[in-house]
């Protein structure tokens, strides 16, 4: 295991978590209400839904290149492609779109916020697996394996 990573802090955990809920709920809470026929929103959900696991999935390569786990260049570069064609995606619906310029912005800054803070639930649900995988390698360390004989005391 990599010992350079540090466990996050309840406080980081949770102000992701935040994020990623307020962002996302604030897109979705704002497409629920708009005036917008049923195919523009199923445009703007699948857009976001893109985004978030295309962010979550260059995280994990990034993240998996840099501890030295294989990451094919193919995907590595499909996962940078798509990220920017999520945005792109939005950012192209944004600008056709029949909305007020608030309305916009709006959905333009949950979209960022919860793509952001996906990355960053993404960086501590990994980075407490292998805190939690490394702890428990070292407690059950001095513990003898189940069937083993004791050594004889002479």
């Known amino acids: 295991m990599n010992n350079n990573i540090q466990k996050p802090t309840s406080a980081f955990v949770g102000a992701s978590w935040g994020a990623l809920l307020t962002g996302l709920g604030a897109y979705l809470f704002g497409l629920w209400n708009s005036d ?3 195919n523009e929103k ?3 959900f699948a857009v976001i839904l893109f985004g978030l696991f295309a962010a979550v999935s260059l995280q994990k390569s990034v993240r998996d290149r840099l501890e030295g786990i294989n990451v094919t260049g193919i995907y590595y570069a499909i996962c940078w492609f798509s990220l920017a064609a999520s945005i792109t995606l939005l950012g192209v619906g944004l600008w ?3 909305l007020e310029l608030s309305e916009k912005g709006f959905y333009g800054m ?3 916020l919860s793509v952001y803070a996906a990355v960053a639930v993404q960086k501590n649900v990994r980075d407490l697996a292998v ?3 490394e702890n428990t390698v070292d407690h059950y360390e001095d513990v003898e394996p189940v069937g ?6 002479s």
């Open 148 to 153: 083993s004989q004791p050594e004889s005391v």
């Open 131 to 133: 805190d939690a995988a």
């Open 42 to 44: 199923g445009y703007y």
């Open 36 to 38: 917008m026929q049923l």
């Open 110 to 112: 949950a979209y960022i």
């Open 96 to 98: 056709n779109a029949t």
